[in-house]
């Protein structure tokens, strides 16, 4: 089977988790949480970080720590994983599903354009007209890894006063992040086993605000700042273990290496198809890494490629399905979804992965340029 993602460990990533067998540092206790930290700090430029069990905990954790609370409603795409919205809900908030544009950004004009005409403030909240809820904080994705608009974002959120969380779970080429951040600009990242950088399982709340950092880290170990039973608050078993943090750091060593080798599959897989006229790729050149993407023209198209592509025991799932067309997700706020509507069910994920060999590579591109 060509899977669409595995991922990728070297004879390092080996050694480090055999030396946490070896020391016996295997749970949340270990110097290594410390050192992914600080590692990961250093790679992304960030000035904090607290590092988490998932990538749904960082995004759990990074809302309450904005201030996300009963009653508020938060904004996000609908075309992104479920964890997203979950994190709203597990705070009692609730999500506001907006389109995406074709650039699977959220469109920013037309949110303006919404919060002119749905919301007012009041003591410098913004509110929904509809029901007072107050509309707290805004959750921008990044799909299939991309760069996300951070400028815009930002400027958007202060002129609404709205809370900045970017849900940045599957964007690990550090480049995109090398700009300076604004302490009101907050970040949860994914190391599943399925994204660019993997701990096995695990994620990260990276922040230069180290108000927040200290709110989540507080929260993520459960409640306690201090000492071992002394409790601030109602806090989550949410840490990181030092095995997962090993390897993460020994990940993050690896990351030239393992983007290079992404970089050189997916400009062979663009080169391939920049001629195609039914099949489009969607593909940032300097700002993607995660997984390489195709867009057909009819959900038909896709189903005729998914076969094939099941005959030739090459991976191919629809990827992300919208969430406000889905039974937990149908009760909340919605605005019209015409792009993510259209889009959902004609997107093609190739096999991503820095393991993929040549031949594999060259079979999917013969029958991709066969089928189009
Ligand atoms: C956009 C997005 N947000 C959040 C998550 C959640 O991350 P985790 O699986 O580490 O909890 C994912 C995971 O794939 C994701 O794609």
Same mark, same amino acid.
């Not at 998914?306 to 039974?327: S, V």
């Given at each position: 089977?060509?899977?669409?993602?595995?991922?990728?460990?070297?004879?390092?990533?080996?050694?480090?988790?055999?030396?946490?067998?070896?020391?016996? @540092?295997?749970?949340? %206790?270990?110097?290594?949480? #410390?050192? *992914?930290?600080?590692?990961?700090? $250093? /790679?992304?430029? &960030?000035?904090?970080?607290?590092?988490?069990?998932?990538?749904?905990?960082?995004?759990?954790?990074?809302?309450?720590?904005?201030?996300?609370?009963?009653?508020?409603?938060?904004?996000?795409?609908?075309?992104?994983?479920?964890?997203?919205?979950?994190?709203?809900?597990?705070?009692?908030?609730?999500?506001?599903?907006?389109?995406?544009?074709?650039?699977?950004?959220?469109?920013?004009?037309?949110?303006?354009?919404?919060?002119?005409?749905?919301?007012?403030?009041?003591?410098?909240?913004?509110?929904?007209?509809?029901?007072?809820?107050?509309?707290?904080?805004?959750?921008?994705?990044?799909?299939?890894?991309?760069?996300?608009?951070?400028?815009?974002?930002?400027?958007?959120?202060?002129?609404?006063?709205?809370?900045?969380? @970017?849900?940045?779970? %599957?964007?690990?080429?550090? #480049?995109? *992040?090398?700009?300076?951040?604004? $302490? /009101?600009?907050? &970040?949860?990242?994914?190391?599943?086993?399925?994204?660019?950088?993997?701990?096995?399982?695990?994620?990260?709340?990276?922040?230069?605000?180290?108000?927040?950092?200290?709110?989540?880290?507080?929260?993520?170990?459960?409640?306690?700042?201090?000492?071992?039973?002394?409790?601030?608050?109602?806090?989550?078993?949410?840490?990181?273990?030092?095995?997962?943090?090993?390897?993460?750091?020994?990940?993050?060593?690896?990351?030239?290496?393992?983007?290079?080798?992404?970089?050189?599959?997916?400009?062979?897989?663009?080169?391939?198809?920049?001629?195609?006229?039914?099949?489009?790729?969607?593909?940032?050149?300097?700002?993607?890494?995660?997984?390489?993407?195709?867009?057909?023209?009819?959900?038909?198209?896709?189903?005729?490629?998914?076969?094939?592509?099941?005959?030739?025991?090459?991976?191919?799932?629809?990827?992300?399905?919208?969430?406000?067309?889905?039974?937990?997700?149908?009760?909340?706020?919605?605005?019209?979804?015409?792009?993510?509507?259209?889009?959902?069910?004609?997107?093609?994920?190739?096999?991503?992965?820095?393991?993929?060999?040549?031949?594999?590579?060259?079979?999917?591109?013969?029958?991709?340029?066969?089928?189009?």
């Amino acid at each position: 089977m060509i899977n669409t993602y595995i991922p990728y460990f070297k004879k390092s990533d080996k050694n480090i988790l055999k030396k946490c067998l070896e020391t016996n @540092f295997v749970s949340t %206790a270990g110097p290594l949480v #410390k050192k *992914f930290q600080d590692d990961f700090n $250093k /790679k992304y430029n &960030f000035k904090y970080s607290v590092a988490v069990n998932s990538g749904t905990s960082a995004l759990h954790l990074g809302l309450k720590a904005v201030g996300v609370s009963k009653g508020d409603t938060v904004i996000l795409p609908s075309y992104t994983f479920a964890a997203t919205a979950n994190a709203i809900i597990y705070n009692n908030a609730s999500p506001w599903f907006f389109d995406c544009d074709r650039n699977f950004d959220l469109p920013i004009d037309k949110i303006e354009e919404i919060l002119k005409s749905k919301t007012y403030f009041k003591k410098k909240n913004l509110v929904l007209k509809k029901n007072n809820s107050v509309v707290r904080a805004i959750i921008p994705v990044s799909t299939f890894g991309k760069k996300l608009e951070f400028d815009k974002l930002i400027k958007l959120s202060k002129k609404y006063n709205i809370k900045l969380l @970017f849900d940045t779970a %599957a964007c690990h080429d550090n #480049k995109i *992040f090398n700009f300076e951040k604004d $302490k /009101k600009m907050h &970040f949860c990242f994914s190391f599943n086993g399925n994204k660019t950088l993997t701990s096995g399982a695990g994620g990260i709340f990276a922040s230069n605000s180290k108000k927040l950092i200290d709110k989540v880290k507080t929260l993520a170990n459960v409640g306690k700042r201090m000492n071992k039973y002394d409790y601030e608050t109602i806090g989550f078993n949410y840490k990181m273990t030092n095995i997962q943090a090993a390897l993460g750091l020994s990940q993050i060593n690896n990351l030239k290496k393992i983007l290079l080798i992404k970089k050189k599959i997916f400009h062979n897989y663009y080169e391939n198809f920049k001629v195609l006229k039914n099949i489009k790729c969607f593909f940032d050149r300097k700002n993607q890494n995660w997984v390489f993407v195709l867009i057909v023209n009819s959900n038909k198209r896709f189903r005729e490629i998914q076969d094939l592509f099941r005959r030739e025991k090459i991976q191919l799932d629809l990827f992300w399905k919208p969430l406000h067309l889905q039974n937990p997700y149908k009760k909340f706020m919605r605005e019209k979804l015409k792009f993510t509507e259209f889009i959902w069910n004609k997107v093609i994920v190739l096999p991503s992965h820095p393991g993929l060999k040549n031949n594999d590579q060259k079979k999917i591109i013969n029958l991709i340029k066969k089928i189009s």
